[in-house]
């Protein structure tokens, strides 16, 4: 059973700050990292993608891989109010092939206090 | 609007009852995937299609549900005989193509069961 995992949260952090999300996934070979933000009763937004180990940057957010760890993470820097939503991490585990579902995980709800 | 679209946006049913959920991918994009998202929970993959073929259906109920991409038209997510436990938000999301492709989130159908 391919899983991803997150921290439900609440994960709550004050304005300006840095917001750190993670997330595991089970199965070795995945191959492309996504993470979503979903505003409560809206549809999941593309924020990043990933798909090589290191550090990925856009603009306020910074996606990290380690493939070795089986580890991805969103870093978001000078948070704000605006930011808070539930944030979903999501695999997909075929690369090239003919399966294209993600697997997503249940997501963190960040919550940036003014 | 050039995003995914989907219709209708909120579909009450009785029990018993048909439910029909439309989904047009965005412009340039040929592949189309149904989830399925229950309150608290995370999003469930169904369906994979591309035109006029059901690519992965592994995430799909055995019974009740179907989906289908014609070759024109929007492709269609089909609930016989609806009961209680299918009230969710369906999500439809549409990519250019498999793998590493970036998933697009349509606005979902809430579907509510009386």
């Known amino acids: 059973q391919k899983e991803v995992e997150q921290n439900s949260g609440p994960l709550s952090v004050p304005e300006g700050a840095i917001a750190s999300l993670n997330c595991t996934y089970s199965d070795r070979g995945s191959q492309s990292f996504f993470w979503y933000r979903q505003y409560s009763g809206k549809s999941p937004e593309l924020i990043m993608s990933i798909y090589s180990n290191g550090d990925k940057e856009d603009g306020r957010f910074t996606a990290q891989l380690n493939k070795a760890s089986q580890y991805v993470s969103l870093l978001i820097r000078d948070s704000q109010p605006s930011d808070s939503a539930t944030y979903l991490c999501?695999?997909?585990?075929?690369?090239?092939?003919?399966?294209?579902?993600?697997?997503f995980g249940k997501g963190t709800k960040l919550s940036v206090k003014p | 609007n050039a995003g995914v679209m989907q219709n209708p946006r909120h579909l009450v049913r009785r029990r018993g009852q048909e439910a029909r959920l439309r989904c047009s991918p965005m412009k340039g994009h040929s592949h189309v995937y149904w989830y399925r998202q229950l309150p608290e929970e995370g999003l469930k993959f169904m369906v994979y299609?591309?035109?006029?073929?059901?690519?992965?259906e592994s995430g799909m109920p055995k019974e009740r549900f179907s989906a289908e991409f014609p070759k024109e038209g929007p492709s269609i997510l089909r609930i016989q005989q609806v009961v209680r436990g299918d009230s969710a938000a369906y999500f439809c999301?549409?990519?250019?193509?498999?793998?590493?492709?970036?998933?697009?989130f349509g606005d979902g159908t809430r579907l509510s069961i009386l």
């Open positions: 999301a549409s990519s250019p193509g498999t793998g590493n492709q970036p998933q697009h």
């Open positions: 999501a695999v997909n585990t075929d690369y090239g092939g003919s399966q294209g579902n993600l697997i």
């Open positions: 299609l591309q035109k006029e073929n059901i690519i992965d």
